[in-house]
């Protein structure tokens, strides 16, 4: 203050009207640390986590397992205390570890480029269908009636004021969207469909020449929503249709409450001036040395401002160098073993509830969700279940009225086989309660 | 002399690889991948893999970071630790509300901090990012008009705004209309002017992007009403004032804030962040859903807003970010928080007196607060420009401000150094800057020479792209 001549610190702040001047934020005062850590672990024992408890929620998250050699990764601080890249010629080692990110993706997806993300899968979805519509020129976006009530809600956000018209169709009896059903939109304003693979019920697509044949039909964008631990064992996207490949990044990543997760987005080389989001190329230095920067900067917000393609600044890019880390670790094969592990689970999981009077409603091949119906009140079933130390399977009845009774189970590597003989012999015991 | 990690560091796939077993996939055929073309490495290889590449980035950790409007102020490292937790990774989105009732508590916890802080009434964490809160904001002001009946189509913004509030506001359906600056702030004419009963909202932040506090607030705000418009508060430059005055009182009636730069959470390379939006009590039925509620001791989730926008993101928000910066607050307190408020505007004016001179000009007379704007055109005519400038200061050791923004002003450095720094750093931070603006021009021009690379070909990235590594042999 001294050196800058001024006596108190109020002088720095008086062009702020003197009416709403006020001294000080009305919370308590400042803690130690230790007192903060204590408060924090003291608020933070009431969760159950999936160690206090095994769960077998679906809906298309679930427990994986996080390398430690990502943790580290991801927790060097040149990593996490950095801002956007700006400045390639101090951020090399984000941009190559965010190149390598989309060199992953565009494998798995079969596409030939991929932003560096969005903020997760659902408003991938909005951005998807927003895309669709700019290169189309289309207005009618198609859905299936089977994705996650979050996932249509934050699409009809970004679909509505884009003049995007969103329509659903029905699923059939195996749990698969009924893409015949989209025939009727094939006239002149189809702009984009979505379908899922695995879709919200778990079954995996299979239909190959049916999708390429719509596509052809309709003329529509194709858009994909995945697993990417599905696409290390079955054909990538591309080769039936897609054209916008998008889903949940959740490699490397914790469930975390449903938030600090990516969202996946990637397209076809045709597109991708019309992509939203961070994209990062190779290129050279003045002295031909290969380099990486950020590129085709002319669709973003800090240079066309109100005409970019999104409004999107701040990423998930942390989450993509967790992503990009666990597959580099986990390897070709890792990632099929852990595929093959997870589809083996939840098969041993649903043979063992149909062994104890479940039905399935549809009987499409699975991946690492099923639903299954229980003899007896599904909702009752998962509090008997709750008190016993299990989290039960997520209740489909809430969103899917025709499925009042049904539960989506989410298995994967995370589920020993103790844990799921648990779960069915205390299922089999609930039921005789309920 | 300074000098980064250098390696010529290969990509994953240039990795010699290591022979793996045989992994037998029962798919069926039809839909079976025959080719994966992954990289099969150990794990130190590719542990070495990324500790090289950390080494060739610089981080707040590393050192000064004044990125103007970005708020790259230290994170403290108790934040880090408090998230590495079973019980704030592995939960569930959908596990029972009795089940995360720690969750819910720090979630509905931090609202109420945020609301006193802000002077609003309530906030939805939703939001994953300040341009994601931008639009959940704008999404709320369509959603109020279109409760009054009424379907405005103009949102007004001041030229030195952030990119992000025109394509906020454009993503939400609506026109943009800017409006220009006088002398650094509010043009009142203008925006008398551009103002009318098809005005939706006019977004601000305030300070603005200058680091110019907008003294007519109180006479904006009332003419914002006066049409029926509402006040959007883009809390990027929300340090300025912690403590000291509050949007709320402002007059705004939804705000975002950037956790991710006032709340001490680490900006991770670019994210993840956390734009939780705040509203004045008209507008709370308006918010995202679920809204956390208590009832009694125990918390839940709450659905049953008829007017709610709906869901802006997959749940409820970036968990880990949310609680980071909940761990800030309740270590900085009412007290820290203002002194963190008053440091980092103490901060930026000493550096004012350090920088401002004959090289670097500060543009607007009056003063400025958390950050501020110099033009570096009088070096121009030796043939160095800001970007010369920003490339040279890398050679230190030091990371440049934001250059170019605001728009306008030309050869804009804008420079916000955070309550972090010492007085030693900034004044090391002043010292190298003139020194640059007084060194050989073509050595400055040719900077970077410390750094791993010089600088890069921008155009060649643009025009031929190649964005993954199967387009190198292309």
Not at chain 2, 140 to 147: G, K, L
Not at chain 2, 187 to 208: C, E
């Amino acid at each position: 203050m001294e050196k800058l001549g001024i006596e108190s610190i109020d002088e720095l702040f008086e062009d702020i009207p003197e009416e709403i001047r006020i001294d000080g934020i009305d919370i308590p005062t400042g803690k130690d640390e230790i007192e903060v850590e204590r408060e924090i672990r003291r608020i933070l024992k009431k969760n159950k986590s999936f160690e206090d408890m095994p769960s077998f929620l679906g809906g298309g998250i679930k427990p994986h397992y996080v390398p430690p050699a990502v943790r580290h990764i991801v927790s060097r601080s040149e990593f996490y205390t950095s801002y956007t890249p700006y400045q390639p010629e101090f951020s090399q080692g984000m941009l190559q570890s965010m190149f390598e990110y989309q060199s992953v993706i565009c494998e798995l997806t079969g596409m030939d480029a991929a932003n560096i993300s969005m903020y997760d899968a659902a408003t991938s979805l909005g951005e998807a269908a927003r895309m669709s519509k700019r290169v189309s020129r289309k207005d009618i976006f198609v859905i299936p009636k089977n994705i996650s009530w979050e996932k249509k809600s934050v699409l009809a956000n970004y679909a509505r004021n884009a003049g995007i018209k969103v329509k659903e169709i029905p699923y059939d009896s195996k749990g698969r969207a009924d893409i015949s059903a989209i025939e009727k939109y094939a006239g002149e304003e189809l702009a984009g469909i979505y379908l899922e693979n695995p879709n919200f019920f778990g079954i995996i697509e299979d239909r190959i020449d049916e999708i390429n044949e719509i596509k052809e039909k309709t003329g529509a964008m194709i858009v994909m929503g995945v697993d990417p631990l599905l696409l290390s064992v079955v054909k990538p996207p591309s080769e039936y249709g897609a054209d916008i490949v998008i889903g949940d990044g959740w490699m490397g990543n914790p469930m975390n409450f449903g938030g600090s997760r990516l969202g996946i987005f990637s397209c076809r080389k045709e597109y991708v001036r019309q992509m939203p989001g961070r994209i990062i190329g190779a290129t050279v230095d003045k002295n031909g040395k290969r380099a990486f920067c950020m590129t085709l900067q002319t669709r973003e917000q800090h240079i066309r401002r109100g005409k970019a393609t999104s409004n999107i600044c701040s990423n998930e890019a942390l989450c993509a160098i967790a992503f990009v880390s666990y597959v580099a670790i986990m390897g070709r094969d890792g990632l099929r073993k852990v595929a093959m592990k997870n589809m083996e689970n939840a098969k041993y999981t649903a043979d063992k509830l149909l062994s104890v009077g479940f039905e399935m409603p549809f009987d499409g091949d699975f991946f690492n969700e099923f639903v299954a119906i229980p003899p007896v009140d599904a909702e009752a079933l998962n509090k008997k279940l709750l008190k016993k130390g299990i989290h039960g399977a997520f209740s489909l009845g809430r969103h899917f009225p025709e499925l009042k009774n049904a539960l989506l189970y989410g298995i994967t590597e995370m589920h020993t086989r103790e844990m799921m003989d648990k779960m069915v012999e205390a299922t089999e015991e609930a039921m005789g309660d309920v | 002399m300074y000098r980064m990690a250098n390696y010529d560091e290969p990509l994953l796939n240039e990795i010699e690889e290591r022979k793996v077993g045989h992994i037998d996939i029962k798919i069926q055929d039809k839909i079976k991948r025959k080719e994966l073309n992954l990289p099969s490495l150990s794990e130190r290889d590719v542990v070495k893999h990324f500790i090289h590449l950390s080494q060739m980035n610089y981080g707040v950790d590393t050192g000064i970071y004044p990125l103007g409007s970005c708020t790259m102020k230290y994170n403290p490292k108790l934040l880090e630790e408090a998230a590495k937790s079973d019980k704030v990774e592995d939960i569930h989105p959908y596990q029972d509300e009795l089940t995360v009732q720690g969750s819910l508590e720090i979630m509905y916890n931090l609202e109420n901090m945020l609301c006193k802080i802000t002077g609003m009434n309530a906030f939805s964490l939703q939001p994953i990012a300040g341009a994601h809160g931008e639009f959940t904001g704008m999404l709320i002001v369509r959603a109020y008009h279109e409760s009054n009946g009424e379907e405005r189509n103009e949102v007004i913004v001041p030229d030195s705004a952030h990119g992000t509030n025109p394509a906020s506001a454009r993503m939400a359906g609506f026109e943009v209309v800017e409006i220009p600056s006088k002398d650094g702030r509010v043009d009142m004419d203008a925006l008398r002017a551009a103002l009318s009963k098809n005005t939706a909202a006019f977004m601000l932040t305030n300070p603005n992007t200058l680091g110019i506090f907008e003294k007519d607030i109180l006479e904006i705000s009332r003419e914002v009403r006066k049409v029926g418009a509402l006040l959007y508060y883009d809390g990027a430059n929300l340090n300025a004032i912690m403590g000291k005055a509050r949007p709320g009182d402002m007059g705004f009636d939804i705000v975002h804030l950037n956790l991710h730069k006032t709340f001490a959470t680490p900006h991770g390379g670019g994210g993840p962040g956390a734009g939780p939006v705040g509203v004045k009590a008209e507008l709370k039925k308006f918010l995202p859903v679920p809204r956390i509620v208590k009832d009694g001791e125990a918390y839940r989730f709450d659905y049953s807003s008829n007017h709610s926008i709906g869901k802006v993101s997959n749940f409820y928000g970036n968990f880990p970010v949310l609680l980071k910066a909940y761990a800030y607050i309740l270590m900085k307190g009412s007290d820290g928080l203002k002194e963190a408020t008053e440091r980092a505007v103490l901060n930026s004016n000493y550096l004012i007196s350090k920088i401002v001179g004959e090289h670097y000009m500060l543009p607007f007379g009056g003063n400025r607060m958390h950050e501020f704007v110099v033009s570096a055109k009088n070096l121009k005519e030796r043939g160095i420009r800001a970007l010369d400038v920003a490339k040279r200061l890398l050679d230190y050791g030091m990371h440049p401000p934001t250059v170019y923004f605001p728009l306008i002003v030309e050869e804009a450095m804008m420079i916000e150094p955070t309550e972090s720094e010492s007085m030693e750093a900034l004044d090391r931070y002043a010292e190298i800057m003139n020194k640059i603006a007084e060194e050989d021009a073509e050595v400055v021009r040719n900077a970077p020479s410390n750094a791993p690379i010089s600088r890069v070909d921008e155009a060649l990235a643009a025009r031929n792209p190649v964005l993954k590594w199967d387009d190198f042999s292309k």
